[in-house]
């Protein structure tokens, strides 16, 4: 059983342009989350989805950030027209219905220059 | 709004040592307490998880105990090896949501 898969390992994106992050939660796997670990700080939380539904979207910023989870497919975080301050490694993690422990995947670094 | 405070914030240790990492946070509502390891450069990697009706969980030479109504976690590591040496992250997760809440982090360095 594959681990949490994420792609690309690292982006690098000039401000302005978009960025989209994919996710492939662990088979069997319903429940994805992403967060975001910023240049010396600890993970934030930023969205929770489920199939084709946001169940939590508290951690996300209000505009240029966007997730989905469609039914078929990986999971996607879209940034749009990226600042120098959304540089940070994006983690995804998934978790099975009705499990406990979050499966993280090896994050995307994601720099824009 | 739950904060979760990791103490040290770093530690290096001769190897053989016994170590404690500590972990407090805010709000006693948890659900439950996770600890994970994180590699530089890495994902994290789930160590221990600790429900909120429990008051250890142990694996191998991990020890993991919770406190609820003082707020506090600590992580037991017994005869720490040079393959230890990584950051140690505890995360919270409150009733009702599903959403982790992290500490910053205890970065190990276990001297060989």
């Known amino acids: 059983n594959a681990g949490v898969m994420q792609n690309p390992r690292h982006l690098v994106r000039r401000r302005g342009q978009e960025a989209r992050l994919r996710c492939s939660p662990m088979k069997g796997h319903s429940h994805v989350y992403w967060y975001r670990q910023l240049p010396e700080e600890g993970l934030k939380f930023m969205v929770y989805?489920?199939?084709?539904?946001?169940?939590?979207e508290s951690g996300m910023p209000k505009e240029r950030f966007s997730a989905e989870f469609p039914k078929e497919g990986p999971s996607i975080l879209r940034i749009q027209q990226v600042v120098r301050g959304d540089s940070a490694a994006y983690f995804c993690?998934?978790?099975?219905?009705?499990?406990?422990?979050?499966?993280f995947g090896p994050g995307t670094r994601l720099t824009v220059t | 709004k739950q904060e979760v405070t990791q103490i040290p914030a770093a530690l290096s240790v001769p190897e053989g040592e016994n170590l404690v990492l500590n972990c407090s946070f805010t709000d006693s509502a948890i659900y439950n307490l996770q600890w994970f390891r994180q590699d530089p450069g890495k994902g994290l990697t789930s160590l221990l998880l600790i429900q909120s009706s429990q008051r250890e969980q142990t694996s191998g030479r991990l020890n993991a105990s919770l406190d609820k109504s003082s707020g506090r976690s600590t992580l037991y590591i017994a005869a720490s090896q040079p393959g230890d040496s990584a950051t140690y992250l505890c995360?919270?997760?409150?009733?009702?949501?599903?959403?982790?809440?992290f500490g910053s982090g205890t970065r190990l360095q276990v001297q060989p």
């Open positions: 993690a998934s978790s099975p219905w009705g499990g406990e422990v979050m499966y």
């Open positions: 989805l489920q199939k084709e539904n946001i169940i939590d």
């Open positions: 995360a919270v997760r409150l009733t009702g949501r599903r959403a982790l809440t």
